[in-house]
Nanobody, 121 residues
Framework: QLVESGGGLVQPGGSLRLSCAASGFTLDYFAIGWFRQAPGKEREGVSCISSSDITTYYSDSVKGRFTISRDNAKNTVYLQMNSLKPEDMAVYHC????????????????WGRGTQVTVSS
């Protein structure tokens, strides 16, 4: 089971750090992706990281503002989000897959329930 946390209400320009924790198994061998979905919009791949922590990817919309990382000792993947904008507001989900990280939601096998990020003044 994947469980996201760290969402909340933040003003534009603010920061949040999302966590994706696994229970009952180790994340060591899985690529992890972060996705978001705003009301009325399709799910968007935001960032992903390989199991080896060598390969990362960011969508153009978050590049330079978001940083993905993983701490296998804590069995957790993080998404540090800085300089948040109103358009970043969405429910953020993490998901895992075996193999190389991708941004396609259909490539991922197991999903968390998500955490809400609200960016508003």
């Amino acid at each position: 089971q994947l469980v996201e946390s760290g969402g909340g209400l933040v003003q534009p320009g603010g920061s949040l750090r999302l966590s994706c924790a696994a229970s009952g198994f180790t994340l060591d061998y899985f690529a992890i992706g972060w996705f978001r979905q705003a009301p009325g919009k399709e799910r968007e791949g935001v960032s992903c990281i390989s199991s080896s922590d060598i390969t990362t990817y960011y969508s153009d919309s978050v590049k330079g503002r978001f940083t993905i990382s993983r701490d296998n000792a804590k069995n957790t993947v993080y998404l540090q989000m800085n300089s948040l904008k109103p358009e970043d507001m969405a429910v953020y989900h993490c998901a895992l897959r075996v193999g190389a990280p991708t941004t396609g939601a259909s490539d991922y096998n197991s999903w968390g329930r998500g955490t809400q990020v609200t960016v508003s003044s």
